[in-house]
């Protein structure tokens, strides 16, 4: 008896020796197909509306990119921006790292949510717009005072003002301007797969990044009434025609391109922009650039 009890103790203690191992599954991998999203317009007086709501059932973290921007949650409602067929790219991350897309068109009928019209004035009624230097002035890049009121079509009124034909004759010369990015260059707005930003020099080179809109960043003048820039416009990865400010003092382009610009001005048919150094203050200089569509 004692030697039984004394082989079953034995017989237990290897047993309690024995490592406990956990098996985790790393979880189901998903295919296109598998997907289970929906998107799903808010339905206003029979019409699909450009308010979308958008869900992930499936059990991953996931990424919707509806073109003017980004959602990473499983449920949201977001706002489009233009009629009619939209792709909305569906990024799922799965268990093991893999990355699986799925794209679903919608058709917005009716713009029922207010949407800013300067989005349209950009980006035009079929979600992308280009754009080119605007001569109607007789000038299309200048020097003039920041956060104050002057009258823009009129040369007497800038502190220094440059034709297109300038830009191309200094810039050969090797005076301030890159000339490839004078005449015959353009830029390119489109929110159809996200809000892209692209530029091409007059030889054909592109660029691409990404772009914001902010049409609540207003800007005064120094009353702190009376409006100078009705919204911001803030770039990532390139950046507009001519990029560089000109610095007085130096007589010469500073070395750092600029990504944020005022807009002083976006309609249908012209695009002024504007932008100073950091702490510039009412009548410092700024620089602007004046485009119109191509």
């Known amino acids: 008896m004692k030697q039984f009890i004394i082989l079953f103790v034995a017989a237990v203690a290897f047993i309690a ?18 997907l289970d999203i929906e998107v799903l317009p808010v339905i206003v007086d029979g019409k699909q509306s450009n308010k979308i709501i958008l869900k992930n059932n499936t059990p991953i973290l996931c990424e919707w990119n509806y073109g003017a921007g980004l959602s990473r949650l ?9 009629r009619g067929d939209i792709n909305i790219t569906f990024t799922g991350l799965n268990a093991d790292g893999s990355k699986i897309t799925k794209i679903i068109s919608v ?65 050969n010369m090797g005076w301030y301007f890159d000339p490839a990015y004078g005449e015959g260059a353009s830029m390119k707005f489109s929110i159809l797969n996200n809000a892209v930003f ?39 990865g390139t ?13 010469d382009m500073l070395p750092d391109p600029m990504y944020e610009f005022d807009i002083i001005e976006l309609e249908e048919d012209r695009l002024v922009l504007a932008a100073a150094p950091a702490g510039s203050a009412p009548e410092d200089a700024a620089c602007f650039w004046i485009f119109k569509p191509k």
């Open 107 to 171: 058709t917005v009928e009716e713009l029922s949510f207010p949407v800013s019209p300067e989005w349209e004035y950009l980006c035009g009624p079929t979600g992308e717009k280009e754009w080119i230097w605007d001569e109607t002035w007789g000038f299309v890049w200048g020097s003039g005072p920041y956060r104050t009121v002057f009258q823009l079509d009129d040369y007497d009124s800038w502190w220094w003002a440059v034709s297109l034909e300038e830009i191309d004759d200094w810039g």
């Open 17 to 34: 020796c024995e490592p406990v191992v956990n098996n985790y599954s790393i979880g189901t991998i998903y295919t296109a197909e598998q």
């Open 239 to 251: 950046t507009i025609l001519l990029e560089y400010l000109y610095d007085w003092d130096m007589d």
């Open 198 to 236: 692209s530029k091409t020099s007059r030889d054909g080179t592109l660029s691409t990044g990404s772009f914001s809109l902010n049409m609540n960043k207003v800007t005064y003048t120094e009353d702190g009434e009376t409006v100078w820039a009705k919204g911001k416009l803030s770039l990532s």
């Open 74 to 82: 499983p449920v949201d409602t977001v706002m489009l921006l233009r």
